[in-house]
């Protein structure tokens, strides 16, 4: 899975985690600094679609100012698992 997406005013490049430590540790990690996302490629299509969206909101919350939500991995869990329902279940995302 290599591809950019936008988010926001940058753009974040999307790859495979390549260590596998990291991915033993980790679904998918981001690196605002070097706009880098990746995931692991050991998991499923819907657990990579859930993870980049778990990324991304990560992204948004930095991006806008809100770095201890961001921290909050309840919060992020919870806004990412509801968001990707409603795209799945609506037939949004595919």
Request: net charge negative; glycine share 4%; aromatic share 8%.
């Amino acid at each position: 899975m290599n591809k950019k997406i936008k988010i926001g005013n940058l753009v974040y490049e999307v790859e495979n985690m390549e260590d596998s430590f990291e991915q033993e540790d980790y679904l998918g990690r981001t690196w605002l600094s070097k706009q880098v996302i990746r995931i692991n490629p050991n998991i499923s299509k819907e657990l990579t679609e859930q993870t980049l969206l778990h990324e991304i909101i990560h992204c948004i919350l930095d991006q806008g100012g809100y770095n201890q939500e961001s921290q909050d991995e309840k919060l992020v869990n919870y806004i990412s698992s509801s968001i990707y329902q409603v795209l799945k279940e609506n037939i949004l995302f595919e």
